[in-house]
C-alpha cells in the first residue's frame, strides 16, 4: 500500500478563511503551528495548530494583558501588525509590533503555543514586521523593515538586522542586508524572513504592498549578512498579473519544510468581489519545489493539488472550550465576563459599537463571501441595546437592535458610512427572545428578524461600502453580537451559527 504521505492530495484554499493576515509558520515535530495578525483585535495575535497544513485548530491568542503590548503596561491602544512565530531550544518566541502610538516592536516566550505567553521583553521602535532567525549556532537574528517616507526616489529603505539576545531584548548593531533602499522588483520591501537551507541563506519577503500588486521575492547569500543577490525569476509569487483570477494580492508568506523533506508556503491573499474584497486577508497553502536553489511556486489556486500530502501522522489538539477558541474577539482589551455557557454566549453589557473598549460587542470574521450568520437575541434590559451587526472599522458598519424605549421595545436599524448615518425604527415583534439573521452576499447585507411564520426582512445595505477597498484599510468584515448600555449581568446569546451558502437571492424575503 502506497503510505499516505506519497500519495497525490488535494485541498481547498485558503486553509484559514476570513481574516487570517501575514501567516507565520513553523514544524516541532509533528505539528504545524501557525501566527496570523489581529490589529485592534483582542485577544492578540492568533494561533493555530495543524497536523497537515490544511485543517487548522483555533488555540486563542497569545496577547491577553497591557503587559504584553504596553511599555507601561498600562491598558491602551494596539494595533498588532504581523508576527512571526519561531521555536528553539524548547521554546516558542513570537515578535511583533504594536503600532500603535509609538510602542514599537516586542517579544514573547512560551514553552507551549496555546499558552500562557509572557510578558513582552520591548525591543526598538522603529520599522516593524520583525522576524527572529536562530542559526545552526544558536545565534538569534532579528531582521526587520524600515520606513524613510523622505528619500526623494521614493524607495522606502532596505531590510536591516542585528544579532539579538532573546532573554533580554538587546539588540547589537543594526546592518542593512539589501543591496538598497528598495525590494528587489519594487521600492518597498517588508516582512523579511531569514532561513538557512543547504549551502545558502534565503531572505524571503514581501513587495509591493498588500493590495493587488503585493508580490513575493527571495534572495540568498552564503552568510547571513549578505550581499545578497536576488532570484533571477523574481518575484517568485505574484498574482498581480493575473488581473482576473480569482485569488489576488499574494504574499507576506512563510516557509516550512515538512517531515519528509518537501516543501511548502503560507501566505496571505484575498477573494474579491469585482473590484473589492470584504473577507479580509486570508491564508493561502503553496506547495514549493526547488531548482537550482530556487524555489518554484506555481499559480495559488482555489482547489489545488500536490503529488504528496505534508501530513505528519500526529494528533490534532482538541480546540480549547473558550469564546476566543470559538473565534470570537473584542476590540479593546478582553472583558473576563464573556463566557461560554454550553452553546450560549454571555456578553456583558458595554460601550457602543465602534468604541475602543471591551464590553458592549463580540466579533467574529465573515468566512464566506455568501453566508448566513444567525443569532436568538435577548430582550433588552431598560436603557439599553441588544442586537446584531456587520462591522469593517469604526465608521463602516450596519446593525439591527432591540431598544427599550419608555413606550415599548423598538428595533432599530442604522446604517454607519463614514461621516452618514442613517437610522430606521419598527415595533419590536416579542416581549421575549427574538431570532435575528444576517444574510451576507457580495452585493448587499440584509437583516431580518423571525415574524409568526416566516423571516421578515428589516434592513439591508450596500457590502461594497464595507469593503477593504471603501474603507481603506487592511482588515475584513466581521459579524458582531451587541450587548449595549450600563447594565450589570451579562446578556444570555443563544442559536448561534454561521455558515456559508451557494447563493442567496435577495429577491426572496428568506
Not at 515578535?95 to 514553552?111: E, K, P, R, V
Not at 499574494?250 to 484575498?270: I, R, Y
Request: hydrophobic share 40%.
Amino acid at each position: 500500500m502506497t503510505p499516505a504521505a506519497a500519495r497525490p492530495f488535494g485541498w481547498s484554499n485558503p486553509v484559514v478563511r476570513g481574516l487570517a493576515p501575514d501567516p507565520s509558520v513553523i514544524r516541532v515535530g509533528s505539528d504545524y503551528y501557525l501566527a496570523t495578525s489581529t490589529f485592534d483585535h483582542m485577544p492578540g495575535i492568533r494561533l493555530w495548530h495543524s497536523v497537515d497544513l490544511v485543517d487548522w485548530t483555533l488555540l486563542g491568542g497569545a496577547v491577553e494583558r497591557p503587559a504584553q503590548y504596553r511599555r507601561d503596561g498600562r491598558a491602551g491602544p494596539i494595533d498588532l501588525f504581523a508576527p512571526t512565530l519561531r521555536h528553539h531550544d524548547g521554546r516558542f518566541w513570537l515578535a511583533c509590533t504594536n503600532m500603535a502610538d509609538g510602542q514599537g516592536n516586542f517579544l514573547l516566550q512560551a514553552t507551549d503555543p496555546g499558552g500562557p505567553w509572557s510578558d513582552a521583553i520591548w525591543l526598538d521602535r522603529e520599522g516593524f514586521d520583525p522576524s527572529l532567525f536562530f542559526d545552526e549556532d544558536g545565534t538569534c537574528h532579528y531582521t526587520r523593515r524600515t520606513l524613510d517616507l523622505s528619500r526623494p526616489g521614493g524607495d522606502l529603505g532596505p531590510i536591516v538586522q542585528a544579532v539579538l539576545d532573546p532573554a533580554s531584548g538587546r539588540i547589537g548593531p543594526m546592518r542593512a542586508i539589501t543591496p538598497g533602499p528598495h525590494g528587489y522588483c519594487s521600492n518597498d520591501i517588508e516582512g523579511p524572513h531569514l532561513y538557512r537551507i543547504g549551502a545558502y541563506y534565503y531572505l524571503f519577503a514581501a513587495e509591493g504592498g498588500t493590495w493587488t500588486g503585493h508580490m513575493q521575492t527571495i534572495a540568498r547569500a552564503r552568510t547571513p549578512w549578505g550581499p545578497f543577490v536576488g532570484a533571477p525569476h523574481n518575484p517568485v509569487l505574484t498574482h498581480r498579473h493575473r488581473v482576473m483570477h480569482p485569488i489576488q494580492s499574494l504574499g507576506h508568506a512563510d516557509l516550512v519544510e515538512d517531515a519528509a523533506g518537501g516543501w511548502w508556503a503560507l501566505c496571505l491573499g484575498t477573494r474579491p468581489a469585482g473590484r473589492h474584497h470584504l473577507l479580509g486577508r486570508e491564508t493561502f497553502l503553496v506547495p514549493v519545489t526547488w531548482s537550482e536553489g530556487w524555489p518554484i511556486f506555481g499559480t495559488v489556486d482555489l482547489a489545488m493539488r500536490a503529488p504528496r500530502s505534508p501530513a505528519t501522522g500526529g494528533l490534532r489538539r482538541p480546540r480549547p472550550a473558550t469564546p476566543w477558541a470559538a473565534g470570537w474577539t473584542m476590540r479593546g482589551q478582553p472583558d473576563p465576563g464573556v463566557a461560554l455557557d454550553g452553546a450560549d454566549l454571555l456578553l456583558p453589557y458595554g460601550a457602543p459599537l465602534g468604541a475602543d473598549t471591551g464590553a458592549g460587542a463580540l466579533f467574529r470574521p465573515q468566512t464566506e463571501p455568501a453566508q448566513v450568520f444567525d443569532a436568538v437575541v435577548p430582550a433588552p434590559a431598560p436603557g439599553s441595546a441588544t442586537g446584531i451587526a456587520v462591522l469593517a472599522d469604526a465608521t463602516h458598519h450596519y446593525a439591527i437592535r432591540r431598544v427599550a424605549t419608555d413606550t415599548g421595545n423598538a428595533l432599530r436599524f442604522t446604517r454607519q458610512v463614514d461621516d452618514l448615518h442613517q437610522t430606521g425604527h419598527v415595533p419590536d415583534p416579542t416581549d421575549g427572545a427574538l431570532p435575528m439573521r444576517i444574510e451576507a452576499t457580495p452585493s448587499r447585507y440584509r437583516f431580518l428578524v423571525k415574524g409568526a411564520e416566516d423571516w421578515v426582512v428589516i434592513g439591508q445595505a450596500s457590502a461594497r461600502l464595507l469593503s477593504a477597498e471603501s474603507c481603506d484599510g487592511f482588515t475584513g468584515v466581521r459579524f458582531a453580537l451587541l450587548a449595549e448600555g450600563r447594565v450589570r449581568g451579562p446578556a444570555r446569546f443563544t442559536g448561534i451559527t454561521q455558515h456559508g451558502v451557494a447563493a442567496l437571492d435577495p429577491a426572496r424575503p428568506a
